[in-house]
C-alpha cells in the first residue's frame, strides 16, 4: 500500500498556472509508476498524465499536452504536475494515483490500485 496526498491546488486564473504536488509515503515510490487524474463536477473522472517509475517515460491526454508537465522526485516521494496556460475547463478535482506496476503509464484508471483524497483546482476565465 502506499498513501498519497495531494496539495497546491486553489484558485488560478485563465492563462495562469498552478504546480500540484503528490507526497507519497509507505511502498517504495521508485519502484511504482504514477498518475494524475480529474473529475469535474457532473463528469467522469479522466486520465490527466502518467510517468514511469524513474521519470524517462510520460504519456499525456491530448487536452493537457503541450500546458501540463508531470515530473517527480523520487528523493522526496513526491510527483507534480506543472499546469501552465491554464483554462476554464481544466476546473476540477485532481486525484494522483500509484500504478500496479514500474511503466504502466496507461490512461485506463484499472491500472492503478492507490489514490489521493483529491485537491480542487478552480479556473477563472
Known amino acids: 500500500q502506499v498513501q498519497l496526498v495531494e496539495s497546491g491546488g486553489g484558485l488560478g486564473q485563465a492563462g495562469g498556472s498552478l504546480r500540484l504536488s503528490c507526497a507519497a509515503s509507505?511502498?517504495?515510490?521508485?519502484?511504482?509508476?504514477m498518475g494524475w487524474f480529474r473529475q469535474a463536477p457532473g463528469k467522469e473522472r479522466e486520465f490527466v498524465a502518467a510517468?514511469?517509475?524513474?521519470?524517462?517515460?510520460?504519456n499525456y491526454a491530448d487536452s493537457v499536452k503541450g500546458r501540463f508537465s508531470i515530473s517527480r522526485a523520487n528523493a522526496k516521494s513526491t510527483m507534480y504536475l506543472q499546469m501552465n496556460s491554464l483554462k476554464p475547463e481544466d476546473t476540477a478535482v485532481y486525484y494522483c494515483?500509484?500504478?500496479?506496476?514500474?511503466?504502466?503509464?496507461?490512461?485506463?484508471?484499472?491500472?492503478?490500485?492507490?489514490w489521493g483524497q483529491g485537491t480542487q483546482v478552480t479556473v477563472s476565465s
Open positions: 509507505g511502498r517504495t515510490f521508485s519502484s511504482t509508476a
Open positions: 494515483a500509484a500504478a500496479k506496476s514500474p511503466y504502466a503509464i496507461s490512461a485506463d484508471e484499472r491500472w492503478y490500485d492507490n
Open positions: 510517468i514511469t517509475r524513474n521519470g524517462d517515460g510520460t
